[in-house]
């Protein structure tokens, strides 16, 4: 889609960012926005492939958090945006 001044939009949609939050019952895969966590699951390495899934359906990232709440790692799967990993 085109902008005025011929800049392109993004091609995500708005909103379908994916969250990796830690929870009691284990980790949380949660959509950008929403209040409500999509799905929980025991392990962090399997909620981080259920986001990344979801993510890269729709053009959208991931952010990875720690147990303390910190940004682990971040990827874009939007091929206009550059993808990052933080440490």
Do not use: F
Not at 62 to 69: I, M, R, Y
């Amino acid at each position: 889609p085109e902008r005025k001044g011929g800049r392109k939009s993004d091609l995500k949609q708005h909103g379908e960012d994916r969250y990796v939050i830690p929870r009691k019952e284990g980790w949380a895969v949660k959509k950008e926005a929403s209040k409500k966590v999509e799905k929980v699951l025991p392990g962090k390495k399997e909620a981080v492939q259920l986001a990344h899934k979801k993510a890269k359906k729709a053009n959208a990232a991931v952010t990875v958090l720690k147990k303390s709440g910190q940004v682990q790692k971040w990827k874009s799967y939007n091929p206009r945006k550059t993808a990052k990993k933080l440490k």
